[in-house]
């Protein structure tokens, strides 16, 4: 069938193991988004995603609680803390995003004084 095709356009039939399709991938986002739906209690979920992207995308499949703590215990506390440090600062930056947009004079005036600080330091 692929033959009357441009050649390389179909890399699924070149690739052993590689998938015919993606409905595999497009039914993961489906139970993601139907599970986050569920949890926030909200139809939109740009929003949601555009704050906490990854970190919202945790699949539980394990039998049990004790099955999900062995998992979780399979990784190490410096990735832990790494991957929550960057999670803390995507966090801030939607913290300072939002001060600006609602609290902008009292935005302006910390960095006026910072920059009056800065200045004296010098």
Known sequence: MSESYWSGLF???DIVGLPRTN???ENLYGQIKQGLRRQRG???LRDPLRRYGAWLVFRNDAPS??????RLA???WEAYFAERARYERRQAL???RYRWRHR???????RIAAWAQAVLDC
């Open 104 to 110: 902008r004079e009292a935005v302006r005036q910390q």
């Open 11 to 13: 890399h699924c039939y």
């Open 94 to 96: 939607f913290r300072r």
């Open 42 to 44: 909200v139809h939109d």
């Open 74 to 76: 399979q990784v190490p």
């Open 23 to 25: 409905n595999d991938q």
């Open 65 to 70: 609680a004790e099955a999900l703590r062995e």
